[in-house]
C-alpha cells in the first residue's frame, strides 16, 4: 500500500506563495491518479486539484483553478501544488490522495497522505 508524505507547508503573510509537495513511500507515484484536497477547522475536506498518471490537463475544484497549479514530475516521482496569491481563507491542512486504477470526478480517493499545514496570516 502506498503512503503519501505531503512537504512545503508553513506560515505565511497574504499574498504570499507557497510550492507543496507530496512524495510516496512504499510505491510509485505515477501509476496512480493524484489530488489535492484542503480541510479548514471545522468545515468539511474540500477538493482542489487532479492531474492524471501521464499529467494531461487537470481537474480543478469550484474557485480553486487561477491560484492553485496541479503538476507531477514521474521521473522524480513527486507530485506538486503551487498556491499563489494566498489569503487567510487558504489557512488549512492539504492532502495529497491517489486514486488506483481509475478516475471520474466526484470520486473518492483511495489513498491519503498526513496532510501538511499551510496558515496565512493577514
Known amino acids: 500500500q502506498v503512503q503519501l508524505v505531503e512537504s512545503g507547508g508553513g506560515l505565511v503573510q497574504a499574498g504570499a506563495s507557497l510550492r507543496l509537495s507530496c512524495v510516496a513511500s512504499?510505491?510509485?507515484?505515477?501509476?496512480?491518479?493524484m489530488d489535492w484536497w484542503r480541510q479548514s477547522p471545522g468545515k468539511e475536506r474540500e477538493f482542489i486539484a487532479h492531474i492524471g498518471r501521464s499529467g494531461g490537463i487537470p481537474n480543478y475544484g469550484k474557485s480553486m483553478r487561477g491560484r492553485f497549479t496541479i503538476s507531477r514530475d514521474n521521473a522524480k516521482d513527486a507530485v506538486y501544488l503551487q498556491a499563489n496569491s494566498l489569503q487567510p481563507e487558504d489557512t488549512a491542512v492539504y492532502y495529497c490522495a491517489a486514486h488506483d486504477g481509475g478516475w471520474y470526478a466526484g470520486k473518492a480517493p483511495d489513498y491519503w497522505g498526513q496532510g501538511t499545514q499551510v496558515t496565512v496570516s493577514s
Open positions: 512504499g510505491g510509485t507515484l505515477s501509476q496512480y491518479f
